[in-house]
């Protein structure tokens, strides 16, 4: 059976030139409350890549969970059930859903 030959340069993952998605990523940067196809425009003309909605849609998706997960604190089952009994405690305080939520919003923002 014949074996293909294998690549034998890599290809440079660290240029937006040559990395749609590291493209992406540096114009969702420089624009971060853009739409989709205004993106899509400007890596077009930057990097010079043709890229769908979609891509960009999936390119900052993975990046907003990338970022949900390094800011949880929450790492074992044990601190679930510890937050898990705060949460139920906050409720009782404050004695519905809206009214928490809008408790931690106004902590959080």
Not at 4 to 33: C, F, I, Y
Not at 80 to 99: P, Y
Request: without cysteine.
């Amino acid at each position: 059976m014949a074996r293909k030959n294998a690549v034998v340069g890599k290809s440079d993952r660290s240029s937006p030139h040559s990395n749609k998605s590291l493209a992406v990523r540096m114009m969702l940067k420089k624009m971060p409350g853009s739409k989709a196809s205004k993106v899509a425009e400007a890596v077009k003309k930057e990097y010079g890549h043709e890229v769908s909605q979609n891509m960009i849609y999936m390119v900052k998706t993975k990046t907003n969970m990338a970022a949900d997960r390094r800011e949880s604190p929450i790492t074992t089952a044990a601190l679930w059930v510890d937050a898990i009994k705060t949460a139920r405690e906050l409720l009782k305080a404050t004695g519905s859903v809206a009214n928490a939520t809008a408790l931690l919003k106004a902590l959080d923002g």
